[in-house]
């Protein structure tokens, strides 16, 4: 069974500053692991996505996000905060290339601030 | 665009009324899923469908029912709409990527339900 958690359900940060996103995960095979975001009123967009070859992955809107199997983390981070980042991101895991399901976080919530 | 359409977006209802909610797609996927949104829970499956006819339960499934007679169309239904079930529900489907499977996921535009 496969299973997310992301620490945090809000995050504060002031525009310019850094943001960083936990995600942590747990998967019995070599996890396919993702990021997405939702807008207000808006469906899910993809971010990013892991899937087995570089450790360190660049998404849209300059965010990134490194896979750490030691740690079992898949953290989101972007350098420096616009206005426009305020949404909600969620972290997903699936089984590998065999997988069928994405398991999804909770979600957290970011607020930039002016 | 993921070529994806739910009906209806938006659906006030009232507790033990069937609803149903559809899920249009014009690319020819075979995998489908209902996932259902709320605060706090993130997504979560209910059902998911790998081929006509072919569907299999998800994590919150109790309450659900869901039927796929052709590709293009996977339905949602609730047999008795409780207000438990109010949520956000969104549809999705698996893209390949030069016929690789990498387990990514495109979603419509979601369909409110509040069962009062």
């Known amino acids: 069974a496969q299973s997310v958690t992301q620490l945090g359900s809000h995050v504060s940060v002031s525009e310019g500053a850094l943001v960083l996103l936990r995600c942590n995960y747990s998967s019995s095979v070599p996890p396919y692991l993702f990021w997405y975001v939702q807008y207000p009123n808006q469906g899910l967009q993809l971010l990013l996505k892991?899937?087995?070859?570089?450790?360190l992955v660049k998404g849209i809107n300059g965010f990134e996000a490194e896979f750490k199997k030691s740690e079992t983390s898949f953290h989101l981070t972007k350098p420096s905060a616009h206005m426009s980042d305020a949404a909600e991101y969620f972290c997903a895991v699936s089984e590998g290339a065999a997988g069928n399901k994405l398991t999804f976080g909770g979600g957290t919530r970011v607020l930039v601030k002016p | 665009d993921a070529g994806i359409t739910q009906s209806p977006r938006h659906k006030v209802t009232e507790t033990g009324t069937p609803v149903t909610l559809r899920c249009h797609q014009t690319e020819n996927h075979r995998y489908m899923y209902w996932y259902r949104q709320d605060p706090g829970h993130g997504l979560r499956l209910i059902h998911y469908s790998y081929g006509v006819k072919d569907t299999d339960k998800g994590e919150v499934s109790d309450g659900y029912s869901v039927s796929r007679s052709k590709t293009e169309d996977f339905l949602l239904t609730l047999e008795s709409a409780t207000s438990s079930q109010t949520s956000v529900y969104f549809c999705?489907?698996?893209?390949?990527?030069?016929?690789?499977?990498?387990?990514?996921?495109?979603f419509g535009e979601g369909s409110r339900l509040t069962v009062l």
């Open positions: 999705a489907i698996r893209r390949a990527s030069s016929g690789l499977n990498t387990g990514e996921l495109f």
């Open positions: 892991y899937t087995s070859a570089a450790t």
